[in-house]
């Protein structure tokens, strides 16, 4: 499929990943602006973005309606309660797509700091595979650890870390909220992406992706701001 035929959308999930992280990393301060605002912004003047869900906790509604409703109305952006759980909240999604819309971008909303270039890579890939995830290798030496003792070493160039976003094709998103099973590794084509993106759990994570977000590489301005251009803020 051409470029031009390609419509996203992009789920933000705030629920923490399926391998583990803190279920409130999207609304913790990061140099005054919190990720889930950095990650609408991320992808709201994107020409290929067609619709923007943010998918939410039960318990988590009353403080988002009060601190970000207005920045993702504004911007939008949809917001949809879901779960608890990573694949919960995607099935949630799958319920709120378009018909018209031919790939899903999932993302963790915990997650700011994507470069630019990440995201092109991303887009020009989906559909070359189910699934197409952004990875960044691992530097060192991995132990493997059971029972809280360490059982052997493994080679680093043998692994990458997956990352988010992700970007499935419609038949493979629709056939993940069914499942809520992890789309098997076979599924997935991986990208190798900028080590700047990572997760925020916390205040201390906070301070570290506040410096990292001033060391990614920033596009030039567009005239052309996608379907959700005029939101600023």
Known sequence: MADSEKR????LLTAPPIHGGDPGG???KVAEREPILRCVEMFVTRPMTQQMLAIIRASDKEDVNLKFQAHLSFSGVKTVVGGDKWHDQIAAA???IKDDITHVIVHDAARPAVAFTDLDDLEEAAGSAPAVGLAAPVADVVVE????KPVRYHDPAGYRLLLTPQAFTRAE???LAKSKVETAAERIRLLDANPLNQRVNNAKDAKRVAALLKLLPQPKREENLGPF???QW
Do not use: I, T
């Not at 996203?8 to 789920?11: D, L, Q, Y």
């Not at 650890?145 to 809280?148: K, L, R, T």
């Open 8 to 11: 996203f959308a992009v789920v």
């Open 26 to 28: 999207a609304y913790v």
């Open 94 to 96: 799958a319920e709120h």
């Open 145 to 148: 650890y059971a029972d809280g």
């Open 229 to 231: 251009g005029e939101a």
């Open 173 to 175: 998103f629709d056939d």
